[in-house]
């Protein structure tokens, strides 16, 4: 394999199979992004509740956990092609049903749960595919891109989702969702057939045996937690824009993902190695620290511009990712980047009900604040404690561990 250390973005275009994972991806965030956003605004106009709009948005995150307990291990068992496309197809059909005249709430919620249920493997299963098809160097890089995608299109379907909304129903446009998770399973079935990499049925005993090998270690520990406990927390935040704002809402998720995509390329292609591993923290520390000030009620363009600063700060999840992948032995690659995914999102499905519970006590604003100062808590908490008799530094890397980490970007 040649170094992929040096690679340009258009490089890793030319890579074989690279574009297909790519373009399948896209289609499903795409789908993801405008079917999030229609079926917050049909709960919150049939039920006027924060919380359950919240849920709707979020909720499917909650069932990741499961995912993680008992299904994981499919990230390495099962042949990559065919499962990409085969949860493509099934998103489809789901999202199709939630555009079902009549469908009740809880009905709603139901398949929405079921959706992040069977989504629980999907990441693992992406993710390893990229480090056999980028190899472990190369991972930043192409990791940074699709971050990047992922930003783009939750601008652009942000933006084009609150305009359909607009011009449209939601179950309109959740049928349109349905449509690009179908082209999502189309472009999927361009990958190579690859056998799975690792032998073995998945069961729920190879999940766990794996989740204990990979929390046994004290570092991958506190990583883990760095990814998933303070950005999950700060994504309850984002869930709470359609109450705090029905009409904005759209233009406030852009700007987040504006702000993301931002955070994205700074990380994963301007920062010098050398600083990229002692900025992971005060990242955390932005990406909570604005939303305190949402509190006051600020006009409409100060908030978007605090909320795209704010998500700058989700680009401390690559220099975390980065040191996952130092930490991780090769044949747990898919499961531990799976069980990364799994457990961030359903850390969001969590901080998105909790969000969601002290809105329907307080105000959105309200809660915001609260989010925040919980996010801000917990990093400050990981970082003392990650430093105890940690000899690379443990999240806030010495100067000389910094220094002599491998170059992965």
């Known amino acids: 394999m040649p170094d992929t250390s040096r690679r340009s973005y258009a490089d890793l275009f030319r890579t074989p199979e690279f574009s297909p994972l790519f373009l399948s991806s896209a289609a499903n965030l795409a789908a993801q992004t405008v079917s999030g956003l229609a079926l917050g605004t049909l709960v919150y106009r049939a039920t006027d509740s924060p919380l359950l709009s919240a849920l709707s948005m979020f909720g499917p995150a909650l069932a990741q956990v499961l995912g993680a307990m008992f299904f994981l291990s499919g990230a390495d068992r099962l042949p990559p092609r065919a499962t990409l496309a085969g949860l493509s197809a099934a998103f489809a059909v789901i999202t199709a049903a939630l555009a079902l005249p009549g469908l009740p709430v809880w009905g709603m919620l139901a398949l929405v749960l079921v959706k992040g249920l069977i989504a629980s493997v999907g990441g693992g299963v992406r993710w390893g595919l990229l480090t056999e098809i980028l190899a472990k160097d190369g991972y930043l890089t192409g990791r940074s ?6 930003g783009v299109l939750q601008i652009a379907g942000y933006a084009v989702g609150g305009v359909l909304l607009t011009l449209l129903a939601p179950r309109l446009c959740l049928l349109l969702a349905a449509g690009l998770y179908a082209t999502a399973t189309c472009v999927a079935l361009r990958l190579t057939r690859r056998p799975p990499r690792t032998a073995g049925r998945p069961s729920v005993r190879a999940t ?7 929390w046994s270690a004290r570092p991958r520990r506190h990583v883990y937690l760095a990814l998933w406990i303070p950005n999950g927390l700060v994504v309850g935040c984002e869930s709470l824009y359609v109450s705090y704002d029905p009409r904005a809402a759209g233009m406030l998720f852009a700007c987040a993902a504006l702000g993301m995509l931002a955070g994205d390329v700074t990380v994963g292609r301007l920062l010098p190695v050398r600083l990229r591993p ?14 305190l000030v949402l509190f006051l009620r600020p006009p409409l363009p100060l908030t978007a511009v605090l909320v795209a600063l704010a998500s700058v700060g989700f680009g401390a999840s690559l220099v975390q990712q980065e040191r996952l992948v130092i930490l991780t032995p090769d044949d747990l690659s898919g499961h531990a980047l799976g069980l990364h995914s799994a457990g961030m999102l359903t850390m969001q499905g969590v901080a998105a009900t909790l969000a969601g519970t002290v809105a329907q006590f307080t105000s959105p ?6 989010m925040a100062l919980a996010s801000l808590t917990v990093t400050l908490t990981l970082t003392v ?4 008799n940690a000899p690379d530094g443990g999240l ?9 980490r491998p170059r992965l970007g």
């Not at 806030?396 to 910094?402: D, E, N, Q, V």
């Open 208 to 214: 766990w045996r794996a989740n204990s090998r990979l």
């Open 278 to 291: 002692r900025l992971g923290v005060p990242l955390l520390v932005l990406l909570a620290t604005p939303y």
């Open 145 to 150: 891109l699709f971050n990047m995608m992922n």
């Open 385 to 388: 404690v990650s430093r105890r």
């Open 365 to 370: 604003a309200t809660a915001m604040t609260v």
């Open 396 to 404: 806030l890397p010495t100067r000389a561990a910094a220094a002599a």
